[in-house]
Structure formats: structure tokens, C-alpha cells
């Protein structure tokens, strides 16, 4: 069938589309309920072609979207993406390679050990290998804990992200979450005196503040994790103490489709022990050139899209990237505290800016905005406004801004 062979029109058509999409500042949200999806009931029984298809799905696609790279979204850990690594994401998919083969993937495979390999270096740790997601990166580390240590427990806090409970349950461990205190840190002082038979894992950025235990915990585990999920990227920053000890841990998981601005599907699983902990965690099958290593079977190339970020950049201009994004959530902060209207909760320490109006409930003036984006997490029980500053176009003013017009329009109303 021709529609295997590339066809210039059809591509420049599917480009042009694009581009003119994009051009569009669109919307920071659209509402669940207000996206349209206007297919057939059934499965059709007599395709269109592929550009009509393409042409039928552009509002799927670019309209009823969330732009992450609108001025007011301010909310998700979900960065927009430059454009020559989604381009490079497009060089991926074209080709299709499956980099559990060396056989048809053999740069890719290549190109995947040497980036990692970069990457831990940065961590202090000696390698590891490219997930989906830090879930995954959690699971595999949790995993490969349990396989070499012989652990049945997972000691964490209660702020630590759901995965890791998952991964203790999926694995069959016992998961005891230890109190946090008024920052959201891990009380060590609370961690059971006998961690011998545990896994300690510790949060280097949590999902609801950003804050990061502290990294050196947990000594006498039989595996210390750290789940840098989010703020793992500080480490390529000149934040680089906000980690310190982060060096000393047996794995840590990164997921670079947050704040290394990936296409979604990219993280890391890093070890201190990468040969020991990859030979716990490998299967050899007949067909198989090379053991299987970790969760996944067939996966594409997202180490390519990486490495055209990483050289794009290199490790200054991702420095200041994420540096940006430190100062973005500081002018937030400022504009807050500067504002009587307005409460932050603690100044940011990872990027993470939690703040809310002082007299209405955050949940309603965040339905009724327009012209930007937050998002929300409850602390201790209270609901906050949480800002994460993955957006590098994104303008504090025109948030806050939108969230004053809001409540003053619930004034007047009242
Ligand atoms: C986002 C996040 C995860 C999960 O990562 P995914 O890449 O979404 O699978 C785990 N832990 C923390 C702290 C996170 O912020």
C-alpha cells in the first residue's frame, strides 16, 4: 500500500497544519466537557484516507488542548517541548525502531547507553536505562531493591508520590509512610529505628509542594531510592545543593518529560550499581540477542529526542533554563507576598509556588478563570493553588492578574 511511502504533499500538508495551529496562542485549558469529540459511533466500516483523517482530528489535536506553552499556564509539571525535540520525537516515530533489538536498533540502543550515561554521571550514580515515566522508574528501582536485598518493607512519607505505594503493593512489600512536618519534609526522626529489611524512599521534589527531604536519610536501609520525578533536573542547574545527597542513594528515578522538557514518555531509572542491579532485573528469551532488561519489552527511541535537547543546549543552557524556571517561581512568589489579596504558602524551593486568594475558596475562582491556568493539591487538608513553573512562557502577572479579575468579579457578584 502506497500510504507506507512517505508522500511530500501529504507531510508538508500534516507540517503546515501544524504550524498554523500552533500559531495560535489557544486556550491554557479547555474543560473535560468542552472538548468535542465528534466521531461515528461504530467503528467506521470504509476509511477516508489518511489526510482526511489528519484533517478530521486537527481539532483533537491543536484545538481542544491545553496550550503548555500559553503566557497564563502556570499549573501541571507538564512542559512544553522545543521544537526540534518534537521534531526529532517525529524522526523516531518515522522510522519506528525498537530499542529492545540491536538487531533493528543498533544507534538507538547506542545513542540511548551514551545519554544515560551523561546523565548519570550528573547524578553521581553509574548508569541505568530509559523508562516511560518515573512510576516506572520507582517500580523497576523498587524492584531491583527487593531482588538484591532481599527487603519486604517500603518506608516513605506521606507526601511521597502514589506510584511508590503502588510499586510496594504491585511487589508484594509492606509500605509504611512516615508523618511530614510543616514544610512537607520526611520527619526522619520518625523513620523506624531498624531499616534493615526496608527500602527507604525518599521525595526529591513531592508532587504537591516541591519539597525535598532531606537526601542524606534513611542510613542502615538495606536501599535508599530517591524519586526525583520533578526535581531531579536541579541537579543540571546551579540549584544543585537543593539535591545535596542525592549521590548517596542505590537508584533514583528522573522524569525528563517534566522539567527536561521531553516529549511525554521519557524518564530515567538510574542505580549506584548499574551492572548488579540491571543482571536482577534481566530475562534472556530464545529470540533475544540481548537479555531484556527491566519492565518493558518493545519501546521506541526517546533517548533521540533527548539528545538533540542535551546538544542543543548543552549543560549551561540547560542550566539556565531551569534556572529560568527557579526565578519564574520566585516572581510568583513575590507578586503574591506583595499582595494583600494574595497568601503563599511557603516560598518555593523547587519551583513549585503553592498560593491561593485570602477570603475565596481557591477550587471556585480556578473554574470560573479565563486567560490562565493553575493547578490545586490540598496541604495539611487545605486547598492551595499550585504553580509549577515548567512553562518557560508562561508570566506570573498574567496569572496573578487573572486570578484578581476573577475574584473581584465574585465580589461584584455577591
Ligand atoms: C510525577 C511524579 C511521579 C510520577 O512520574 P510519571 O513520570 O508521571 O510517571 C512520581 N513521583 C513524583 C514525585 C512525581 O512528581
Redesign the pocket.
Known amino acids: 500500500m502506497s500510504d507506507f511511502r512517505p508522500d511530500q504533499a501529504g507531510l508538508e500538508h500534516a507540517v503546515r497544519v501544524l504550524l498554523e495551529r500552533m500559531q495560535h496562542r489557544g486556550s491554557p485549558h479547555v474543560a473535560p466537557d468542552a472538548a468535542d469529540v465528534s466521531l461515528p459511533r461504530q467503528l467506521p466500516e470504509i476509511g477516508i484516507g489518511g489526510g482526511a483523517a489528519l484533517d478530521a482530528l486537527a481539532q483533537i489535536a491543536f484545538a481542544d488542548v491545553s496550550r503548555l506553552d500559553h503566557p497564563g499556564f502556570l499549573a501541571h ?1 507538564d512542559p512544553p517541548t522545543p521544537w526540534y525535540t518534537w521534531a526529532a520525537a517525529m524522526w523516531a516515530a518515522a522510522t519506528n525502531q525498537n530499542v529492545l533489538h540491536p538487531d533493528t536498533a543498533p544507534a538507538a540502543r547506542a545513542l540511548e547507553s551514551h545519554v544515560v550515561a551523561w546523565l548519570a554521571r550528573v547524578f553521581g550514580l553509574s548508569g541505568g536505562h530509559m523508562v516511560p ?4 522508574a ?1 517500580l523497576t528501582a523498587l524492584w531491583a531493591a527487593r531482588e538484591l536485598t532481599g527487603a519486604t518493607r517500603v518506608v516513605t512519607s506521606e507526601a511521597a ?1 502514589l ?1 511508590v505505594v503502588k510499586s510496594a503493593d504491585i511487589l508484594g512489600m509492606e509500605c509504611v509512610q512516615v508523618p511530614v512536618d510543616d514544610k512537607q519534609q520526611l520527619r526522619t526522626e520518625l523513620l523506624p529505628p531498624d531499616l534493615s529489611d526496608s527500602v527507604v524512599v525518599l ?1 526529591a ?3 504537591a509542594t516541591g519539597a525535598v527531604d532531606d537526601l542524606h536519610a534513611g542510613q542502615g536501609a538495606a536501599w535508599r531510592h530517591v ?1 526525583a ?2 526535581a531531579g533536573a536541579l541537579r543540571l542547574s546551579s540549584h544543585t545543593r537543593a539535591l545535596d545527597g542525592i549521590e548517596t542513594a542505590d537508584s533514583v ?1 528522573v ?1 525528563l ?2 522539567w527536561l522538557y521531553q516529549p511525554k514518555g521519557s ?1 530515567l531509572v538510574l542505580f549506584a550499581d548499574a551492572e548488579r542491579a540491571h543482571e536482577a532485573i534481566s530475562y534472556g528469551g530464545g529470540y533475544l540477542a540481548v537479555p531484556n532488561v527491566g519492565l518493558l519489552g518493545s519501546r521506541g527511541s526517546s533517548a533521540l529526542p533527548l539528545a538533540i535537547t542535551l546538544l542543543a543546549w548543552g549543560r549551561q543552557g540547560i542550566a539556565e533554563q531551569i534556572d529560568a524556571g527557579m526565578a519564574m517561581a520566585d516572581e510568583l512568589a513575590d507578586l503574591v507576598t506583595s499582595d494583600a489579596e494574595l497568601e503563599l504558602w511557603h516560598r518555593p524551593c523547587t519551583g513549585v509556588v503553592n498560593w491561593r486568594p485570602v477570603e475565596c475558596d481557591p477550587e471556585s475562582v480556578r473554574e470560573r478563570m479565563t486567560g490562565a491556568w493553575v493547578s490545586t493539591a490540598t496541604i495539611d487538608g487545605d486547598r492551595w493553588f499550585r504553580s509549577v513553573a515548567a512553562n518557560p512562557l508562561a508570566d506570573p502577572r498574567t496569572v496573578v492578574s487573572a486570578v484578581k479579575e476573577t475574584m473581584n468579579g465574585s465580589r461584584r457578584e455577591n
Open positions: 509539571m515515566g518515573s512510576t516506572v520507582n508520590h506510584s521525595t521534589g513531592t508532587v524519586d520525578a520533578w528515578g522524569s518529560h517534566k524518564a
